[in-house]
């Protein structure tokens, strides 16, 4: 054999001296809120019912049920809610950055240090949209600071390792590598996450994810699993999205985020060929929002986001964390497909709004008449086209089997446009359909329950 064990342990990293250099500066943290509903209990900021308490192994449904246990003494009992999760100090000055899922609703904060010192801290702010939280440690003196690295240079494939309290169990490390970067999930679609195999439990939430550099490079939020435990897919917020959100909650003691205002969807095979592209790649923009910066733009639906401010855009998940770390004021410079041939616009950014709720109406019903491709369509009443903020379309009443059914429109949608051409009627419907290309794929924009999206038909 041309290598032994020996040989191979030397070139795998040690842990040892990175661990003793920064365990101190990490912290668990624990919380009292008030009592939970009957029934329901959390733990380590996740939700759990009893019927997930009892597929943990008997060890833990002892620790959860016990007397000891700081969750309460039993399903149903009201007591006082408590929770744990883990957390870093990143200033001299006592500030600490968690999960803002830890925290949630907590009437009370307790940091425990490395030496065993308990301190109460205060909530600075949250940020709910990237799960991030930023307290303050009361009367803290010679507090140890993590480094701080770049999560923008990191690379698929490095060791990385992570200390928490998983299930209680104070300063655990565990290790993995970095699985992919970039991640959206749909929860957080303006956090690019990091996705790890380094072994996350409740209890790690809000812990700090580290290089071999010992700079932290994530903040560990969530996991992917069924069976309520680590199934080796993990996923953390990038240093440099979670810096940024410190810096703005203790400067302003709020988090602004750039706001484009458009509804986009992911770039298939067959939306690519449909628009001219020669692969995936882009994000379409299904719908412009009345009022948004994108309108103001000069953004159309139907046009693909090809690079934003220079970076290229692969996914549609690439532009929402593009857009959101842009300062709400500055101008962008996005490079579109429209029609066939690129484009450049210039847009100023917006302010992402607090909540953006989806428009939402029912079908009227009304007299129909046929068309093809196995659809039925209707004109579209004014009220309806005024309830979605639609100026012109057709209503489809019916969906027989054939290549309409295939594409994936359904009764109650609205036709706005075929082939890149618009549809204002019934008569625009039929002249787009006999204008339909043979044996090549189309776009067929549709408006459902408010919301604008693109389907390939193929005739």
């Known amino acids: 054999m041309a290598w032994s064990q020996a040989g191979l342990a030397q070139e795998l990293p040690d842990f040892t001296g990175l661990v003793?250099?920064?365990?101190?500066?990490?912290?668990?943290?624990?919380?009292?809120?008030?009592?939970?509903?009957?029934g329901s209990k959390k733990f380590h900021g996740l939700p759990f019912d009893e019927r997930q308490l009892e597929q943990l192994p008997e060890f833990f449904q002892e620790f959860f049920r016990g007397p000891q246990s700081p969750y309460g003494r039993g399903p149903g009992k009201p007591q006082p809610r408590r929770s744990m999760g883990s957390g870093f100090i990143v200033s001299a000055d006592g500030y600490v950055l968690t999960n803002?899922?830890?925290?949630?609703?907590?009437?009370?904060?307790?940091?425990?240090l490395n030496d065993r010192r308990e301190l109460p801290a205060?909530?600075?702010?949250?940020?709910?949209?990237?799960?991030?939280?930023?307290?303050?440690?009361?009367?803290?003196?010679d507090l140890p600071v993590v480094k701080t690295g770049r999560s923008k240079n990191l690379k698929v494939g490095e060791w990385v390792f992570a200390i928490g309290s998983p299930f209680g169990f104070d300063y655990t490390v565990t290790a993995g590598i970095i699985s992919a970067l970039g991640r959206s999930l749909p929860s957080e679609n303006y956090v690019p996450f990091i996705q790890t195999d380094v072994a996350i439990n409740p209890g790690n939430s809000?812990?700090?994810l580290f290089n071999l550099k010992g700079e932290v490079i994530g903040i560990n939020s969530q996991i992917y699993t069924r069976s309520g435990g680590f199934m080796g897919v993990s996923f953390a917020i990038p240093i440099d999205d979670a810096m940024s959100v410190f810096r703005q909650i203790r400067d302003k003691g709020l988090v602004s985020r750039g706001w484009l205002g458009v509804l986009i969807q992911e770039?298939?095979?067959?939306?690519?060929e449909s628009f001219g592209l020669k692969r995936p790649r882009g994000a379409l923009i299904a719908e412009v929002m009345a009022g948004s910066p994108a309108l103001k733009g000069g953004l159309q639906s139907g046009d693909i986001v090809l690079e934003y401010d220079?970076?290229?855009?692969?996914?549609?998940?690439?532009?929402?964390?593009?857009?959101?770390?842009?300062?709400?004021?500055?101008?962008?410079r996005l490079t579109v497909l429209r029609g066939g041939k690129e484009v450049t616009l210039d847009v100023k950014i917006g302010q992402l709004p607090d909540e953006n709720g989806a428009q939402s109406a029912a079908p009227a019903e009304g007299d129909s008449s046929t068309a093809p491709l196995g659809l039925v369509v209707e004109p579209l009443p004014a009220d309806l086209a005024d309830s979605v903020d639609v100026s012109g379309?057709?209503?489809?009443?019916?969906?027989?089997?054939?290549?309409?059914?295939?594409?994936?429109?359904?009764?109650?949608?609205?036709?706005?446009?075929?082939?890149r051409e618009p549809v204002s009627?019934?008569?625009?419907?039929?002249?787009?359909?006999?204008?339909?290309?043979?044996?090549?794929?189309?776009?067929?924009?549709?408006?459902?329950?408010?919301?604008?999206?693109?389907?390939?038909?193929?005739?």
Do not use: C, W
């Open 267 to 272: 770039v298939n095979r067959d939306l690519a």
């Open 206 to 208: 809000g812990g700090p």
């Open 425 to 459: 009627s019934v008569d625009d419907f039929q002249k787009a359909i006999k204008a339909l290309p043979e044996g090549r794929a189309v776009s067929v924009r549709i408006v459902r329950q408010g919301r604008a999206m693109y389907l390939v038909l193929k005739p």
């Open 100 to 112: 803002n899922h830890v925290v949630e609703d907590a009437d009370e904060i307790i940091v425990r």
């Open 122 to 141: 205060t909530l600075v702010g949250t940020d709910p949209r990237s799960d991030m939280a930023v307290l303050k440690i009361e009367n803290g003196d």
């Open 310 to 332: 220079g970076e290229d855009v692969e996914r549609s998940s690439d532009l929402p964390p593009m857009v959101g770390r842009t300062p709400v004021g500055e101008t962008a």
């Open 20 to 38: 003793e250099e920064n365990a101190d500066a990490v912290v668990n943290i624990s919380t009292t809120s008030s009592a939970p509903a009957a």
């Open 393 to 419: 379309g057709v209503v489809v009443t019916a969906v027989n089997k054939g290549p309409a059914y295939d594409a994936g429109i359904r009764a109650r949608d609205i036709i706005t446009e075929i082939n």
